[in-house]
């Protein structure tokens, strides 16, 4: 099946830091990827749909100036949190939908811890 | 706008015990829904969907029925394994695609 993968899985930075995510699919073409963010024993919030070739769409509340997205190719898009905080630690995922939006595949998610 | 509401873990249950994760559905239409599992330390896996009403979804010894009549779509196992324990999500797509989760359900499952 379809897969997507996501770089780290896992890190941990000093508060003020910036960190990059990786979100790619390995064997189909994204447009169009999406970003979740998810709280211990929470579900997943939207944060913003990363469209190649153009800007991203945030949901409402998400600072588009913080999360930074840049959909760099049909395979790739990547999430930077930039002067990151405590609160931003969460996990972090990724899917892309493939031949069809019923279809969505998941990355594994990304860890961040900020200390 | 479209949201779905999952009753609340966690689920504790013993080996070969019937499963049921309560899953409603408020929408102005009549979308697709799907159950995704994620297994401890894993990412997300759809587990089943169902695309129109009275669809039926099962994969893995899960099924679900879309039933419009009471806007549901429980999750339902006869005979739970270990092997099941996880966080479940009922979710639907929202107006851009992305998908609207519910709050999730832990099931644990006990020898």
């Known amino acids: 099946g379809a897969v997507v993968s996501q770089h780290p899985s896992w890190v941990i930075c000093k508060s003020g830091t910036s960190v990059k995510i990786e979100c790619r699919s390995l064997?189909?073409?994204?447009?169009?990827m999406f970003w979740y963010r998810q709280f211990p024993k929470q579900s997943l919030m939207l944060m913003a749909t990363s469209n190649e070739g153009s800007k991203a769409t945030y949901e409402q509340g998400v600072e588009k100036d913080k999360f930074l997205i840049n959909h760099a190719s049909l395979t790739l898009s990547t999430l930077t949190v930039t002067s990151a905080h405590p609160e931003d630690s969460s996990f972090y995922i990724c899917?892309?939908?493939?031949?069809?939006?019923?279809?969505?595949?998941f990355g594994p998610g990304t860890r961040l811890t900020v200390l | 706008g479209d949201s779905v509401t999952q009753m609340e873990g966690p689920v504790t249950l013993s080996e070969e015990a019937f499963l049921t994760i309560n899953c409603t559905y408020t929408?102005?239409?009549?979308?697709?829904l799907f159950w995704y599992v994620q297994y401890p330390g894993e990412g997300l896996q759809l587990l089943l969907k169902a695309t129109k009403a009275d669809d039926k979804g099962s994969n893995k010894g899960f099924e679900a029925t879309y039933r419009k009549e009471t806007t549901s779509f429980h999750l339902e196992k006869g005979s739970v394994q270990v092997s099941d324990s996880a966080v479940y999500f009922c979710?639907?797509?929202?107006?851009?695609?992305?998908?609207?989760f519910g709050k999730g359900t832990s099931l644990l499952v006990t020898p």
């Open positions: 899917s892309a939908p493939r031949a069809s939006y019923n279809e969505q595949f």
């Open positions: 979710a639907l797509p929202n107006s851009g695609y992305a998908l609207n």
């Open positions: 929408a102005t239409g009549y979308p697709s």
């Open positions: 064997d189909f073409q994204a447009t169009t």
